[in-house]
């Protein structure tokens, strides 16, 4: 094993130092970015795969994600998440002896590239953390009079017409959830496990959700030519504002490069709070029929499928605050 991208390795050990992060108080949305070329090379008895653009994501299933070789980032191992220690204040993630499982694509994957197919699907590694990032995600009141977002989920469709594209013979695409996500009844996802903060007084809103969907057309896998993933959506208001912003982390493949590019936190649309609906009872606000516009940031991490404008499936939540 050797390191890559400034990557270095010390008596058995590497060392792959972190780019970047955010820490989330209750570790929920908490990832540390490692710099995209930095990782390692692994060889063996007739093949060769490298490992980098690793990403550590703490959500339900604590991952580490990343790309083999040229492929997509996608999760590559598995760890324990109660023996890494977050603290949102002081902005630290550490741990000593996190054992690593490789998921079961990687695993595929690894045996293939390196060709060793007898590569063992138990522990792959134990690897160490110690991380201070200067943002901090925490999920208590952010302005004044705010309160904390303690439940709640989001329902988007994301895009109806691109959902029947995909449906389509032509394109033989597949849909697929994760991380908590869900289908509803007419189609669209249900986004889970909000947390963030509300001012009712003001509007000023900062919402975040659990789940992830999958597009996949043309082809099948990593081969596939049409690939968009959207990962934990964020809705995002200021105060007094009537139009908000629905972020979220997406990965697409270039239609026109092949290329496959992460855009973390993306400003994917605009939102018209002055034509959705509002609701409140007690500590629960629900708001339903959002108006969503694709942003010019959102185009390409859309694989520059529709122009800036474009209207995208409205978008509605509900949240309780405690």
Known sequence: MRGVGGASVRRGRISVPIADGAIGGDGATSVLRHADRAGFALRGRRGRATITGLRLQLDRTPTIRGRIGSGPRRTIFLLRRTSLQVDAAAGTASGRSLRLRLAPAALRSLRSMLRLPKL????????????????????????????????????????????????????????????????????????????GSHDAATGALDARFAGTVRFAGHGSGEGALLRVEIRRPRVTVAAGATQGTLRADVTSKSLSSGAVVDYPDVALATLDLGKGRRQVAGTTVTWTGIPAKLTAAGVPAFADFYHEGDELDPIGFVLTTG
């Open 120 to 195: 063992p699907a138990g522990d792959f590694a134990r690897i160490s953390v110690a991380a201070t990032v200067d943002r901090v995600a925490a999920p208590g009141p952010t302005v004044p009079g705010s309160t904390r977002v303690v439940a709640g989920h989001a329902d988007w469709g994301v895009k109806q017409s691109f959902r029947r594209y995909l449906a389509g013979g032509f394109a033989g695409g597949t849909t697929t959830l994760a991380d908590g996500a869900t289908a509803n009844a007419d189609g669209s996802f249900r986004f889970v496990t909000a947390t």
